[in-house]
């Protein structure tokens, strides 16, 4: 019976410098992955910040647009607030009638805007503001955020709550029925129907003769002038800033206009 003897193998070391090359070939590898992946993640960030600012830079035009609907509008509904005053009190003048031609616009204008901002309420709650590299940029947003939420948004609920005054007074002063009866009229038109401005005019007869009650209600016209006025200045610093900005993302990151 034959017996087989493996042969005996001989194990040479690696001269050390082999050892010192695979290390740095392996070193090598990994480091230009890491800087490979920071590289696809640099340029996803890029990429997503651009983005979020065009977005942000749109929603700035249209509140800039909307910002001069709700300015001309304080100048429209100002002198038929004055001749709403006087209306009222020289109420026997005109018959105890709340003239129409400048009561119905009151009604039916909705003077205030109230930016949402959308884009930068994706940006803070998905932790993205980081991705805003621009730290001038960066500061703006936040501090036309700080406007909006801080004194336009007061603003904006002063000039409603004046307005819920005037039709509070309307309700418990004045006689409704031909109000009811065109507001039918203009739920028909389909000019009105999406346009209150478009809507047929309306007077209201008074029905109180107390002067002091009379007094109130005069004095409700004057208050939600001087609130569209205080929401007015308001709307200018709001414009301004937005303006502002638009400019700023669109030097920096070269959006087109």
């Not at 996803?44 to 977005?55: F, I, R, T």
């Not at 038109?189 to 029905?207: H, R, T, V």
Request: overall charge negative; some cysteine; proline content about 3%.
């Amino acid at each position: 019976m034959e017996v087989h003897h493996h042969p005996e193998l001989h194990h040479h070391s690696k001269p050390w410098k082999e050892y010192i090359l695979e290390y740095i070939m392996i070193v090598l590898a990994v480091t230009t992955g890491f800087f490979a992946e920071s590289l696809r993640e640099h340029i996803n960030d890029k990429s997503k910040e651009k983005e979020y600012l065009l977005s942000l830079a749109n929603e700035l035009k249209y509140d800039t647009a909307q910002y001069n609907v709700a300015l001309r509008k304080i100048f429209y509904v100002k002198p038929m607030l004055d001749s709403l005053y006087y209306n009222v009190t020289n109420a026997k003048q005109f018959n105890y009638i709340l003239s129409g031609k400048w009561n119905t616009p009151i009604n039916e204008t909705r003077v205030a805007y109230m930016p949402t901002m959308p884009t930068f309420q994706q940006l803070k709650s998905s932790g993205n503001l980081r991705l805003i590299e621009n730290k001038k940029i960066l500061a703006k947003i936040m501090e036309y955020e700080s406007l909006i939420e801080g004194t336009l948004k007061i603003e904006v609920l002063s000039i409603n709550a004046a307005a819920e005054k005037v039709y509070a007074f309307e309700d418990e002063l004045c006689n409704e029925s031909d109000f009811n009866q065109r507001t039918n009229q203009n739920m028909q038109d389909s000019a009105a129907q999406f346009n209150m401005e478009n809507g047929a005019i309306y007077d209201m007869p008074i029905l109180m003769r107390d002067p002091i009650k009379l007094n109130q209600f005069a004095n409700s016209f004057i208050n939600y002038k001087s609130r569209n006025w205080g929401y007015y200045t308001r709307v200018n610093t709001a414009k301004q800033m937005a303006t502002e900005l638009i400019k700023l993302i669109g030097d920096e990151y070269h959006l087109e206009e």
